[in-house]
């Protein structure tokens, strides 16, 4: 297990320094969908609080989107492309089965020294990713790390479904991170799984379970199918345990909390795991209704468009927390400071 930021053998610690995010250009609008299945604006609005969500075009691919993502959080923090060691795309709907979409990342941003995997842990998986770069940077084993969460899971959506086509749409959004004085940065995390529910959202067909067969594409067993009652109760209790656990981590409770980055998958999820935690609405960052549920890419976007209000201060204590098929779930505790406060290339 990592040392907490408490811990007085944790010598540095890993900060954000660079930002970036990519979304297609086409927007769906719940009205769009009312043409498709027997749904309303009104109904959808009400239930999950998304107006709209943007599609990718053919061609525009979770590398692409991901590459773009990348290449303006290197350059936010102030980088070259041939300075990152690592490079760790959170990704369910990757270019290929195999090879990971890191890897296509790594050739179309030109990061020639990076080691690249993905991480399959969908819409939590930034999430993972966030304690897994920060390991790597607190142990001295790496020190620029880019972080990406892409997807593009309306390849995966079936349109005649009225109870998943409305929810999801895709992005992706990226970060670098830096060694940083320990107090600063990722101060906690804490990671999960029950894979007992792996059936509650999943893809029954493409794997190496059931490969993909005429009929079985007829069937549309290639598309994602929920249980999203189950996946609805899992993840209000789970989003506020998760974070406390995380603030447990970072020996911090909820009221030093100044801002909630949920994973914007339903509004209501959202109200019932900050009305667990006792956070007013003011500390809870929302912008599901312009993009819906992008999966992985979900909580960094939600992170990028904070950061670009002017919604978070260096100082600021933020609360990132993801859920998703798995069943997964991950929460991380980041005392934000863009600006190091010391010579970045000592630690
Ligand atoms: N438009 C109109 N009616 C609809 C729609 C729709 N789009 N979808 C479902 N309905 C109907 C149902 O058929 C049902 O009708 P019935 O009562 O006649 O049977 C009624 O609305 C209520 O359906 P519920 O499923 O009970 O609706 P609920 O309020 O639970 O909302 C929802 C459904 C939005 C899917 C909710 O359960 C949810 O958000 N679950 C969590 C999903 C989630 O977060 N998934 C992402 C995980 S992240 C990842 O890994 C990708």
Same mark, same amino acid.
């Given at each position: 297990?990592?040392?907490?930021?408490?811990?007085?053998?944790?010598?540095?610690?890993?900060?954000? #320094?660079?930002?970036?995010?990519?979304?297609?250009?086409?927007?769906?609008?719940?009205?769009?969908?009312?043409?498709?299945?027997?749904?309303?604006?009104?109904?959808?609005?009400?239930?999950?609080?998304?107006?709209?969500?943007?599609?990718?075009?053919?061609?525009?691919?979770?590398?692409?989107?991901?590459?773009?993502?990348? #290449?303006?959080?290197?350059?936010?923090?102030?980088?070259?492309?041939?300075?990152?060691?690592?490079?760790?795309?959170?990704?369910?709907?990757?270019?290929?089965?195999?090879?990971?979409?890191?890897?296509?990342?790594?050739?179309?941003?030109?990061?020639?020294?990076?080691?690249?995997?993905?991480?399959?842990?969908?819409?939590?998986?930034?999430?993972?990713?966030?304690?897994?770069?920060?390991? @790597?940077?607190?142990?001295?084993?790496?020190?620029?790390?880019?972080?990406?969460?892409?997807?593009?899971?309306?390849?995966?959506?079936?349109?005649?479904?009225?109870?998943?086509?409305?929810?999801?749409?895709?992005?992706?959004?990226?970060?670098?991170?830096?060694?940083?004085?320990?107090?600063?940065?990722? @101060?906690?995390?804490?990671?999960?799984?029950?894979?007992?529910?792996?059936?509650?959202?999943?893809?029954?067909?493409?794997?190496?379970?059931?490969?993909?067969?005429?009929?079985?594409?007829?069937?549309?067993?290639?598309?994602?199918?929920?249980?999203?009652?189950?996946?609805?109760?899992?993840?209000?209790?789970?989003?506020?345990?998760?974070?406390?656990?995380?603030?447990?981590?970072?020996?911090?409770?909820?009221?030093?909390?100044?801002?909630?980055?949920?994973?914007?998958?339903?509004? #209501?999820?959202?109200?019932?795991?900050?009305?667990?935690?006792?956070?007013?609405?003011?500390?809870?960052?929302?912008?599901?209704?312009?993009?819906?549920?992008?999966?992985?890419?979900?909580?960094?976007?939600?992170?990028?468009?904070?950061?670009?209000?002017?919604?978070?201060?260096?100082?600021?204590?933020?609360?990132?927390?993801?859920?998703?098929?798995?069943?997964?779930?991950?929460?991380?505790?980041? #005392?934000?400071?863009?600006?190091?406060?010391?010579?970045?290339?000592?630690?």
């Amino acid at each position: 297990m990592l040392s907490p930021a408490s811990s007085p053998t944790r010598r540095r610690g890993a900060a954000i #320094r660079g930002l970036g995010m990519a979304v297609p250009a086409t927007v769906l609008a719940n009205h769009q969908l009312e043409e498709l299945v027997a749904t309303s604006d009104e109904w959808i609005v009400t239930r999950t609080g998304i107006r709209e969500r943007r599609i990718a075009r053919d061609g525009e691919t979770t590398s692409a989107l991901a590459a773009k993502a990348a #290449r303006d959080a290197i350059a936010d923090a102030q980088l070259e492309p041939d300075e990152i060691d690592m490079i760790l795309c959170a990704t369910c709907t990757g270019d290929y089965l195999w090879p990971a979409t890191a890897c296509i990342v790594q050739d179309a941003i030109g990061s020639r020294r990076a080691a690249a995997f993905d991480i399959s842990a969908a819409c939590a998986g930034f999430c993972y990713g966030v304690e897994v770069a920060a390991a @790597l940077i607190e142990s001295g084993k790496a020190n620029n790390i880019v972080l990406i969460g892409a997807d593009t899971l309306t390849r995966h959506v079936d349109w005649s479904d009225r109870s998943t086509c409305v929810l999801f749409g895709d992005g992706a959004a990226a970060v670098v991170l830096r060694p940083s004085e320990p107090a600063q940065g990722v @101060l906690g995390s804490s990671i999960g799984a029950d894979g007992s529910h792996h059936r509650s959202l999943f893809i029954p067909a493409g794997g190496t379970q059931s490969r993909l067969t005429p009929a079985l594409i007829a069937a549309r067993y290639d598309k994602l199918v929920m249980r999203g009652g189950e996946v609805f109760k899992f993840a209000v209790r789970i989003m506020g345990e998760a974070c406390l656990n995380a603030l447990a981590d970072a020996s911090l409770s909820a009221d030093d909390v100044d801002l909630f980055i949920p994973h914007q998958a339903n509004i #209501r999820i959202i109200n019932a795991a900050a009305t667990r935690m006792g956070l007013p609405p003011e500390k809870v960052f929302c912008n599901l209704e312009r993009y819906g549920n992008t999966s992985a890419a979900s909580v960094p976007i939600a992170l990028f468009e904070a950061a670009a209000m002017g919604r978070i201060k260096d100082g600021d204590i933020i609360v990132l927390v993801g859920f998703g098929a798995g069943l997964t779930w991950g929460a991380n505790v980041i #005392r934000w400071e863009r600006t190091p406060t010391s010579d970045e290339a000592v630690l």
